[in-house]
């Protein structure tokens, strides 16, 4: 089997990992790939944008690649697919049309309300005056979401009608985001705790991966502003069976069935990023069309067995075999660079030490000098995931490695997990009916 893994950073090299673990003697490819994913896989240089379907087609022609494996969504949402599938080319990963629900947050809201998929009540704007009166009518606290890609950081949970304004002007008056916040969804705050749900489909029936939670926010407690995720872990205490049987009879079905409907059908990795409200409620906050990052590598050291089966099943539309899981806890903490979000500063000499004590090291933000030295080269520069027994000792493994990694500069968060911590220590409760 030849594989091919598109993208540069943490997730990628989780694939990476996970599918040389899976098929030990497959060929695997990395487009362009990072200095981790360089020793358990062929990195391929981009010879231009590496968001390039046509270049990035016509790599899996060169190497005749049987199936690719997309991991970022810019990619897809270009049409990656779409050009692959037409070469008659086995890929993981939705055409362009459904690539939307995540491209599109305005897109994605329509397709849940045809669905009948809870979600949080919203309204949708291209133009800044008809936005601020609804700001104005608008209850507190709200959220100000650029509808297109912005790398995890378009949402703006605003505490005050104040804050919303200024968000909705950022975006669609100065720009902020690009062409992503052209398009403007304003919906109602959502009280609980966030859930990620990824599950693999063919388009008709999904195989759900081990629940996670992500941390959005830069600063320990939740603190600061958001980032495209500084951690999570993997299984969650309060995702039990029934929830999830939920997540898949409300939210996912429902939502293949309305993509196959209006001649969008869906295959690939369906990320639902989920609202848990202290009731139990269920609400979407938001679709991917691919698997997250952080989670992908907290999740994927959890898969025992038959991941690269499942996403060849998937990618072909046929009967999806079942997934064989650990039961153990993952836990996952991202070194971030200082200046991350905003302006994160690079080259800074990574010092790993030899031994991490079976703490795997995913390379998402790093390069290589001619010498050989690691260095940083994003603002997520590395991501250490710690899989044990318990998720205590998880949870302390991945942070102690954290603490032994040095570069300049280097920030993380000591407290992922926190929630999680305080329902072991029964000092936090979440009803679940």
Known sequence: MRLLVVGAGGREHALCWALRRDRPDGEIFCAPGNPGTSEIATNLPVAGDPTDPALLSALADE????????????????GLADYLRGRGRRVLGPLASAARIESSK????????????????????????????????????????ASGLAAGKGAVVCATRAEARQALRAMLREN???????????????????????????????????????????LEGDQGP???????????????????????????????AEMDRIGAPFRGVLYAGLMIGPDGSLNVIEFNCRLGDPETQAVLPLIDDGLAE???????????????????????????????????????????????????????????DQDGALRTAGGRVL?????????????????EAAERI????????????????????????????
């Open 176 to 218: 902020a985001f690009g062409d992503a916040g052209h398009t403007v969804v304003i919906e109602d705050f959502l009280a609980g705790e966030e859930l990620s749900v990824l599950a693999l489909t063919n388009g008709r029936e999904v195989r759900l991966l081990p629940a996670a939670q992500d941390h959005k926010r830069l």
């Open 226 to 256: 958001n980032t495209g995720g500084m951690g999570a872990y993997a299984p969650v205490a309060f995702a039990t069976p029934e929830l999830l049987a939920r997540v898949e009879t409300e939210v996912l079905l429902p939502t293949l």
């Open 383 to 399: 991501a250490l995931t710690a899989v044990r027994e318990s998720f205590a000792e998880a949870r302390a493994a991945s942070r």
């Open 310 to 368: 499942a996403m060849w099943s998937a990618a072909d539309g046929t009967a999806l075999p079942a997934l064989r899981l650990k039961q153990l806890a993952s836990v996952t903490t991202v070194l971030a660079a200082r200046g991350y979000p905003d302006r994160p500063e690079r080259d800074a000499l990574i010092r790993i030490p030899a031994s991490l004590d079976d703490v795997l090291v995913f390379h998402a933000g790093t390069r290589r």
């Open 63 to 78: 190497f005749n690649i049987d199936l690719t494996v997309v991991g970022p969504e810019v990619p897809l949402a270009r």
């Open 406 to 433: 040095s570069f300049e500069g280097k920030h993380f968060r000591r407290d992922i997990g926190w929630r999680e911590q305080a329902r072991i220590e029964g000092k936090e409760r979440l009803v679940i009916r």
């Open 106 to 145: 305005a897109f994605a809201k329509e397709v849940m309300r045809a669905a009948g998929v809870p979600t949080a009540a919203s309204a949708t704007f291209t133009e800044a005056e008809p936005a601020l009166r609804y700001i104005d009518a608008h209850t507190e606290p709200l959220v100000v979401k």
